[in-house]
């Protein structure tokens, strides 16, 4: 299946198949110097397939983890690039989660300008969600990939068969990130994810009905200036969460679940809190709101003391509203704590 994302000069196709990992070099242009970008917690067979299909490939190994998306991290992978004479016409594959598609794809817009990247996803919240749309960054200060940049990846190969080795908490929080784009922008996938009694057979069609979501978005709004924003449904406040230091063990798509709560009327919010506990992710947290509150002020998208939240009343829609962030206290007490 290939689904071709139309950004304005940068229009780039997603191979979604099984096994397509297996024969990469059919799909990407790796006939040159390859540098991969891969994580110490991704299969190590994953990258070396990439490897192995490269003319002239280097492996960059990085921590797990959000530690990686460190400017730090970004400035040691270019100074290998220097070391190995990477060109303007060579490459960069992500090939792990979003932290190293995030990393990867920095890397790839710093390095002479902009070089080609390619992105290979291997966990769910890299293949429905974080592998397409060109957001790439890393964090500092604390805050959440507050530098960074857009840079459409050149390809993205999406092979499901990845997630076989992905752990159930990850995939769970991945589908976090599917139930928040259903959840704003189509109900019917959120009806079959609710009611999903294999999820493991619905994974397919949730990665392929996710992706066109976000493809439609991106498409319209490549830059962030207006509808893109409903992908920030549960973001807010999940990013507050995220960067909370005593609550540091949740994942993204955990904080993304959380932050989605306070933000739904009582109908949909009861529904979503279901879909939440059907797949064994936290519904309640154990924190001050008025601890979360600095770093929502902190957060990029505040603007003075007036945030723009991706509210949603029905389900399969959403609406913008501005709230002050005196006002958002009330509404996380009430909605998560
Ligand atoms: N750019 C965007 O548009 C966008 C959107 C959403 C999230 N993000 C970012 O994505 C990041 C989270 O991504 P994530 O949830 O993929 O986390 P991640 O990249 O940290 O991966 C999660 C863990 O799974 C391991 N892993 C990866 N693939 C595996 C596999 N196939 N089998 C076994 N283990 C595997 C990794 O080593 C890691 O420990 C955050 O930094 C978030 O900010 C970016």
């Known amino acids: ?57 280097f492996v960059v190994t990085v921590n797990q983890g959000e530690e990686s998306k460190s400017l730090d991290t970004y400035k040691k992978i270019l100074e290998y690039m220097v070391e190995k004479s990477f060109t303007r016409s060579d490459c960069v594959v992500a090939v792990g989660g979003g932290v190293c598609g995030d990393l990867a794809g920095f890397v790839a817009s710093g390095y002479m300008r902009g070089i080609d990247f390619y992105n290979i996803p291997t966990t769910l919240l890299s293949q429905l969600d974080s592998s397409i749309g060109g957001k790439v960054a890393v964090n500092l200060g604390g805050v959440k990939n ?96 995220e960067s909370h230091e005593s609550l540091g063990g949740l994942l993204h798509g955990e904080c993304v679940g959380l932050g989605m709560l306070p933000l739904a009327s009582s109908n949909a919010c009861k529904r979503i809190k279901a879909v939440l506990e059907k797949y064994s992710l936290p519904t309640k947290i154990d924190v ?29 829609t959403y609406e913008f509203i501005n709230k002050d962030i005196s006002e958002i206290e009330k509404i996380i007490s009430e909605g998560i704590l």
Do not use: W
């Open 288 to 316: 001050k709101a008025s601890d979360l509150i600095d770093y929502i002020r902190r957060d990029k998208k505040a603007k003075g003391d007036t945030v723009t939240l991706v509210y949603v009343n029905a389900l399969g």
């Open 146 to 241: 507050i530098v960074g940049a857009f840079y459409q990846p050149k390809r993205v190969i999406i092979d499901p068969n990845t997630l076989k080795t992905l752990d159930k908490r990850q995939t769970m929080a991945g589908l976090c990130e599917g139930i928040k784009m259903a959840a704003t922008m189509n109900k019917e996938l959120f009806e079959l994810i609710e009611d999903s009694k294999d999820l493991e057979k619905d994974l397919d069609t949730i990665i392929l009905e996710s992706l066109k979501l976000k493809k439609a978005v991106v498409e319209e709004d490549p830059t962030e200036k207006g509808i893109r924003k409903v992908l920030n449904f549960g973001h807010t406040i999940g990013h507050a969460i």
């Open 1 to 57: 299946m290939e689904l071709r994302v139309n950004i304005k000069d940068h229009a780039y196709d997603i191979i979604l198949m099984r096994g397509a990992l297996d024969e990469v070099g059919k799909y990407l242009d790796l006939n040159r110097k390859v540098l991969i970008v891969t994580d110490a917690g991704v299969p190590e067979e994953y990258a070396k397939k990439v490897l192995s299909q490269a003319k002239d490939g």
